[in-house]
């Protein structure tokens, strides 16, 4: 098991990071009536772990007691795996597709039939206990990824079994999520963990799989803390790959984590590091040739289930970090003033806000459409495009 999956807080009290969103977990297992939850904030702060501690918190042990199951919707045939336990269901909504409305009603119709008032399910065979919640708890993880229509019917769902369900929303990007959805939910953001904070959880982790700070030390940690971003998930696997690799070389406990020579860093992905080189190609050469290579090392991160929105920040930031080594540096005090053409050149072609313009549009269509391959082929299309006009225009 992995590391962070082995050491992850199971409890609300075990929640060392933003103490005040764990007080007022408490306040709200504690209340007679659970509200309808929104957690939102960055991928990596914690928002899954919390939520499965308050349902941990409310039901007892009897909420790890999950197993997996593939739901099929009758009417359209559609599959989708699920998590569930005799008081809860976990729900990816990234795995429903185009079909998600047809997907999300039947699953939710299905777990509302099969619970009573009493909190008695009539499919598992749940504990005939009064202290238990009349209420089974629906988790909806990157519920933002659903469509605007499955959206709707959700609320139109939600509405009418808000007696049997509580429904808990876990959302990356706020503005992607339907008001209406928003207005009746009780909304609490959980932001990234500071760097001390992360470099204090990798402590702990070191701590409880032994590994002394002469082989952990204070600088590593906060090193994997700034390659991380601050996401807690991605900077626990980063200390886990990095002891592994010195763990099969040998390690002698006066050593410093490091990697061996030769070994490929954790810092970027490999994922990231393929698209690096898709901006590099596409700088370096505006061709139809160029962007055919670039199309076959497309298909290489979608055909191992990269998501396509993220290759596409990962595009746009490297290609906005090549733009700006290659802009000149502005001119000192004194020097002499641009020609009225050249400052109309600057502003009517600046590749940077051109290209940014080009990944929001893209970005949109990216969750209209459903072959993600098009899109991004059309935006290093259009990037490939400023580009090349940028150069040309520098030259003229």
């Not at 191992?304 to 001119?331: D, N, S, W, Y």
Request: glycine letters at 4%; charged letters at 25%.
């Amino acid at each position: 098991m992995l590391w962070v999956d082995k050491h992850a807080p199971r409890e609300i009290e075990e929640l060392s990071i933003h103490p005040e969103i764990s007080r007022l977990l408490l306040k709200q297992a504690a209340s007679a009536s659970l509200p309808h939850l929104l957690f939102y904030g960055p991928t990596g702060g914690g928002k899954k772990t919390r939520v499965l501690a308050l349902v941990r918190r409310i039901f007892g042990d009897a909420v790890d007691k999950v197993r997996v199951e593939t739901f099929t919707d009758r009417e359209s045939g559609t599959e989708a795996t699920v998590c569930r336990s005799s008081h809860h269901i976990l729900l990816s909504c990234q795995e429903f597709g185009v079909k998600d409305r047809a997907i999300v009603q039947s699953i939710i119709k299905d777990i509302a039939e099969s619970t009573t008032l009493s909190g008695v399910s009539s499919f598992f065979a749940a504990p005939k206990a009064s202290s238990v919640p009349p209420f089974k708890i629906c988790i909806f993880q990157d519920a933002d990824l659903l469509s605007e229509s499955a959206q709707h019917a959700l609320r139109r769902t939600l509405e009418i079994y808000s007696s049997r369900l509580k429904f808990v929303f876990l959302v990356e990007r706020l503005e992607r999520f339907s008001a209406p959805l928003k207005s009746r939910c009780f909304c609490v953001r959980v932001p990234l963990p500071s760097h001390r904070a992360v470099a204090s959880f990798l402590r702990s982790l070191c701590d409880k799989e032994g590994l002394p700070p002469q082989v952990a030390p204070d600088a590593l940690l906060q090193t994997i803390s700034e390659k991380s971003a601050r996401n807690l998930r991605r900077a626990g696997l980063a200390l886990e790959c990095l002891a592994t690799h010195n763990f099969s070389a040998s390690l002698s406990p006066s050593t410093a984590l490091s990697l061996p020579r030769g070994e490929a860093s954790p810092f970027p992905l490999p994922w990231e590091r393929l698209c690096d080189e898709i901006a590099v190609c596409a700088f370096r050469q505006q061709s139809p040739r160029a962007l055919s290579e670039c199309r076959g090392m497309l298909y290489d991160l979608l055909s191992v289930l990269i998501p396509g929105e993220l290759v596409l920040g990962r595009l746009l930031t490297t290609l906005l970090a090549l733009v700006r080594e290659k802009q000149p540096k502005p001119r000192a005090a004194g020097a002499s003033a641009e020609t009225p053409g050249s400052s109309r050149q600057a502003a009517g072609h600046d590749p940077a806000t051109v290209l940014v313009h080009a990944a929001a549009h893209f970005s949109h269509t990216l969750k209209k459409g459903s072959k993600e391959i098009i899109h991004l082929e059309a935006f290093l299309a259009q990037a490939m495009r400023v580009l090349h006009l940028a150069d040309v225009v520098k030259r003229t």
